[in-house]
C-alpha cells in the first residue's frame, strides 16, 4: 500500500498546518520522527531534486573517488583523467555489490572487489574476468560489454561544491542555482580557496531542523551570545522563490577577534545547500546529509576570497570559532528532536515575521511529497 501524507502525518494535523491565519502552524512532530516520511523524502524529495553531495576540492586528484549517500542510495563522485568530477551508481554491473566503500585513490580503474569486474574512470566496463569461461576476457555470446558500464548519475559541479540529480529530470541546473547566484551582491566566487573542512560527525536530529535552524535568525542571539554579535533587530529573513535563508547588515568591525559582527548572507538551495557568506572575504557552507529521520550527518567547508593564503594561525581560529557556534546549534537542534517525542508536540507556531522562510521551506517540503 502506498502511504500518503494524510495517513502518516495525520489528517488534522495537516490540515492545521495547511490552515491559513496571522501566525502558521509548523510540520507535525511526525514529519521529524516517522521512518515512512522520511522513506517518502528519499523517494519523492532527494532522488527527484539537486541535492548537495560533496565538495570538489576533496577529488583533487585524477582517480581521486568519494562514496557518498543521497535519498539513500550509495553513489559514487569520481575525478575522471579529463579532470572533470563524475558521479555513478556506487553498485557494481555484475551482482549490486556496493564498489567504493571509503574515500581514496583508484588509479586509473574501479575495480569490485567480489569478481574483479573492472571499470574505467569513465564508467566504461573494461573486464569482466572469466564470466564467460576459462580464458580471462572470455565473455558470453551476445553479452554487450558497452550496455554493462556504471550507470551515470546526473550531476554539476558549481565551484567547490557538488549536486546530483538521481531521477535526472530536475530542472536545469542553472534556473536551480540562479536564485542563490542573484543574491550573492556580486560577490566574486572564482578566488574561493578552501581553509578547513570541519567534520561535524552524526548529529542527533532530522535533516529539516538543522536547516530551518541555518534560515532563522530568531535564535542568534539568544543561543550565540558568545559567538556572535548579531541583535536580532539587524537582522532580516530571505524568503524567495528558490532562495530561503536571513542576512544582517551591521557594518561595524567586531568588538572581539573570537566573536562573529561583520554583514553576513545565511542563504539556503532546497533541498539541503546552506551557504554562508560573511563579507567581506570568508564562505562557509554546510553539507547535510540524512541517515535516519533522528539522525544526519554535518560537514562545513570554510572558505576564504583572494589570492592570498591564510596564515595558519587564521585557520586555526577560525576553525575554532565555527565549531563552536556549531556546538551551539547542535545542542538546540538535538534538543528540538527530542522534544518531538513529547504526547504534546504538535507542529508548534512560527513567528510571521523571523520565521516566514521556514515556513516556506516547510511548504516546500509537503509540496514535494504530496
Known sequence: MRLSLKSILGKEALAAFEAPGPVAQGLPAAAYTSEAFFALENERLFARSWVFAGFAHELAETGDVLPVTVGGRPVLLVRNAGQQVRAFHNVCRHRSLKLVDRPGNLGSKIRCPYHSWTYG?????????????????????????????????????????????????????????????????????????????????????????????????????????????????DHYTIDDPGCLGCAVDVSRKAKREDTLSADSRYLTLFPNFGFGLYLPDQVGVHLDIPVAPDRTLQRRAIYRLGHDPAPTELTERIAKFWRDVHTEDRDMCERLQKGRASDAAGGGVLSPVWENSVRSFQKLVVDRLK
Open 121 to 233: 574512470l569513465d564508467g566504461a566496463l573494461r573486464l569482466a574476468p572469466y564470466f564467460g569461461g576459462r580464458d580471462l576476457g572470455a565473455l558470453p555470446e551476445g553479452f554487450d560489454r558497452e550496455r554493462h558500464g556504471l550507470v551515470p548519475v546526473r550531476s554539476e559541479t558549481w565551484h567547490d561544491w557538488i549536486f546530483v540529480n538521481l531521477s535526472g529530470d530536475a530542472p536545469p541546473f542553472e534556473n536551480f542555482i540562479a536564485p542563490l547566484i542573484a543574491r550573492l551582491d556580486g560577490v566574486d566566487l572564482s578566488e574561493l580557496n578552501p581553509l578547513v573542512t570541519i567534520d561535524l560527525g552524526e548529529v542527533a536530529a532530522n535533516w529539516k531542523l538543522l536547516i530551518e535552524n541555518f534560515i532563522e535568525p530568531y535564535h542568534v542571539q539568544f543561543v550565540h551570545q558568545t559567538t556572535t554579535e548579531q541583535p536580532l533587530t
